[in-house]
């Protein structure tokens, strides 16, 4: 597997790796792949090697997908490439000073550079009767919410934002009747323009998906075998309840640590925890990370910024100083479809459609003076490349250029040789 050649002798450190999920597995991996010698161990809550979530609440609900699918290897793998694992353990205290990790059951190890990838737990509704929902973070949920799902009727999920919507569609295409309870204005309102919103939502409605926005749960109660869910509006009633309202991550692991705005841990650009010295990164859903784009630390939730990050501490940690740049992107499908969203709505821009609103192949933007802060992909997977090219590049584009299909994207890039 080694590729590069680090520019120190690392066969006498040791890299410990907190959380061994999808960045700190694609870490371990990396460390590898640019020639670290020494000792990789990743500290793993979950009994499971890790793995990729996004067919969580897709492929896997329906069944097209496996575990084993999901796994970033097999274990013959991780053992061949010298990379050990303890699964079943809860790290609880990362400490730079020491330079060790303690864990929940007395064990500790030390480490010369350790690595937070400890992600997020889901986040749990603070509501009397609400630990009868369903949660969705890890394998082990989303094995309880198959098999539920198996004898479900009518589902309620609480939280239209991209889980909930993504289980809304995966239950709604096994037959499901699915309620789903949203107590902002919109869905996907923390990602997505208003105008993609009510899109969405009618993409839900089209499918028999009835999504009651501005409604806040007040109890949940047992009823039957499934459960009745109080609102101030009246009752509904369902054999089973979901809870996506979210994660929440846990930064307090790491001695010293700066946390951010949105509970992360402060990283810089390295991804190097501030407040923790120069030997502790953070990479992943718990990492809040200097955004070039945005120009201000972000916290993203992203398959992609997993593997942006881990690669770019594996690479400074093999002896070339990476930082993690990302232009943000994250990708849901719904309904078969498949919606991009790069950049990241704040809530701020004219939004413009390039092609006709939510027909396959259109994208909303959103722009300030005609510099594109982001945009919404609708089946135009293809474009994205071009579209994050802009949204980075930052500089100004005629609007009237933008909404037209005709004038490739591709040619508004501002390295783009102007077609002679
Ligand atoms: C259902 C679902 C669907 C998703 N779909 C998409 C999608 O379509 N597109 C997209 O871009 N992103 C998607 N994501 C997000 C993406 O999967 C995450 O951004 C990514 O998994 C983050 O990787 P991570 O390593 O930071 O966290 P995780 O993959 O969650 O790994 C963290 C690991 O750390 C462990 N851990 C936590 N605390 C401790 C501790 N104290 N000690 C030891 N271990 C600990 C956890 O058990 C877990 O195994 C989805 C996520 C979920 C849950």
């Not at 096994?174 to 919103?197: I, K, N």
């Not at 991550?249 to 923790?276: F, I």
């Not at 590049?393 to 005709?406: C, F, M, N, S, T």
Request: a neutral charge.
């Amino acid at each position: 597997m080694a590729e590069d050649t680090p520019r120190r002798d690392t066969t006498l450190e040791t890299v410990v790796i907190v959380g061994a999920g999808h960045a700190g597995g694609r870490a371990a991996l990396l460390l590898r792949r640019h020639g670290f010698a020494g000792r990789i161990l990743m500290l793993g809550a979950e009994p499971a090697l890790p793995y990729e979530r996004p067919p969580l609440s897709k492929g896997f609900l329906k069944g097209t997908t496996s575990a084993a699918d999901m796994s970033l290897r097999s274990a013959q793998d991780w053992a061949e490439a010298g990379i050990e694992h303890i699964g079943g353990c809860t790290v609880t205290r990362i400490d730079p000073e020491s330079r060790r990790v303690t864990l929940a059951d007395g064990r500790s190890f030390g480490f010369d550079h350790a690595i937070c990838a400890t992600g997020g737990r889901a986040r749990p509704l603070a509501l009397p009767g609400a630990e009868a929902l369903l949660m969705l973070r890890d394998l082990a949920d989303a094995r309880a919410l198959r098999s539920r799902l198996g004898s479900c009727r009518r589902l309620l999920v609480v939280g239209g934002g991209v889980i909930g919507l993504e289980v809304a569609a995966t239950a709604a295409g096994c037959g499901c009747a699915v309620t789903v309870l949203e107590a902002g204005p919109r869905v996907m309102a923390r990602v997505l323009p208003p105008e993609a919103s009510a899109w969405l939502a009618g993409l839900h409605a089209g499918n028999g998906v009835q999504i009651r926005t501005g409604v806040t749960l007040e109890r949940v109660l047992p009823r039957g075998t499934g459960i009745a869910a109080q609102t101030a509006e009246g009752v509904i009633e369902a054999d089973l309840g979901l809870c996506a309202i979210g994660i929440l991550p846990e930064p307090g692991l790491v001695s010293g640590a700066r946390h951010g705005a949105s509970h992360g841990l402060l990283t810089d650009e390295y991804c190097r925890v501030e407040g923790a010295g120069p030997h502790v990164y953070a990479i992943g859903d718990i990492a809040e990370t200097p955004n070039p784009v945005l120009g201000r630390p972000l916290r993203l939730e992203t398959w992609r910024n997993a593997e942006t990050q881990a690669a770019a501490v594996a690479r400074t940690l093999c002896g070339t100083a990476t930082p993690a740049c990302e232009t943000p992107w994250m990708w849901t499908d719904q309904f078969g479809c498949n919606i991009q969203v790069v950049g990241v709505w704040e809530g701020r821009g004219e939004r413009l459609w390039r092609g006709a609103p939510g027909a396959p192949g259109s994208v909303l933007f959103w722009h300030e003076g005609g510099r594109p802060l982001g945009a919404v992909l609708i089946d135009a997977g293809r474009e994205r490349r071009f579209v994050e090219g802009l949204v980075a590049a930052g500089k100004p584009v005629r609007p009237e250029a933008l909404a037209d299909p005709a004038q490739r994207l591709k040619s508004l890039l501002p390295s783009a040789v102007p077609a002679a």
